[in-house]
């Protein structure tokens, strides 16, 4: 069973602080990984995608992925009131002979950011 | 990225009967992807659609419980049958392109409520 565990919450930061968002994953072979922001009664949406070791930064996120550690991390800098939601780690993972693989989701990290 | 719509958006169903829910792409995709997100939980894959051939299913659904069509490369459906109120939940489709490490993009999902 391919694993992937985030921090459960909920994480409360003050408004323009920093967040840190942690996901670790379990299958080797993974190759793509994906943080998702769900609002509550809406559908996930992409936010970062990161393919290799480093940081990716995209304006006020920064995702940094850890192949060895099988880690990846989402940093939200000046957290806003409007980036509270929740965030999905997700995890693409090749099966069988087939190079098309699937996402496998955390459990998600809920994130309030208070003015 | 593509333009995703589902329909009904939310539905009430008395236990016994079944449900269809349709996802429209605005392009052609190669992938999509019929997910189950019950209430304060992450998403489970149900199944993966295939243009032309049956649904994969995955661990825990079957085709007779959730069948699945895909008749071409922008529209899927999803039927719930024979539904009891575990059925209860949130159903959203998502596509990608044809490379393994392609993001997932969701629609809106539909949400159901069995009676």
């Known amino acids: 069973q391919k694993e992937v565990e985030q921090n459960s919450g909920p994480l409360s930061v003050p408004e323009g602080a920093i967040a840190s968002l942690n996901c670790t994953y379990s299958d080797r072979v993974s190759q793509s990984f994906f943080w998702y922001r769900q609002y509550s009664g809406k559908s996930p949406e992409l936010i970062m995608s990161i393919y290799s070791n480093g940081d990716k930064e995209d304006g006020r996120f920064t995702a940094q992925l850890n192949k060895a550690s099988q880690y990846v991390s989402l940093l939200i800098r000046d957290s806003q009131p409007s980036d509270s939601a929740t965030y999905l780690c997700?995890?693409?993972?090749?099966?069988?002979?087939?190079?098309?693989?699937?996402?496998?989701f955390g459990r998600g990290t809920q994130l309030t950011v208070w003015p | 990225s593509a333009v995703i719509s589902q329909k009904p958006s939310r539905d009430i169903c008395q236990r016994g009967t079944s449900l269809t829910i349709q996802c429209q792409v605005d392009?052609?995709?190669?992938?999509m992807f019929w997910y189950r997100q019950q209430p304060g939980q992450s998403l489970t894959l149900i199944a993966t659609?295939?243009?032309?051939?049956?649904?994969?299913?995955e661990s825990g659904f079957v085709i007779d419980k959730f069948p699945i069509s895909r008749p071409n490369l922008t529209f899927s459906t999803l039927t719930v049958s024979n539904m009891s109120p575990e059925d209860s939940s949130i159903y959203l489709c998502?596509?990608?392109?044809?490379?393994?490490?392609?993001?997932?993009?969701f629609g809106p999902g539909t949400r159901l409520t069995v009676l």
């Open positions: 392009s052609q995709v190669t992938m």
């Open positions: 659609a295939n243009q032309g051939s049956e649904a994969t299913y």
């Open positions: 997700a995890v693409n993972s090749p099966r069988g002979g087939s190079t098309l693989g699937r996402l496998y």
């Open positions: 998502s596509v990608a392109g044809t490379a393994a490490s392609e993001a997932q993009f």
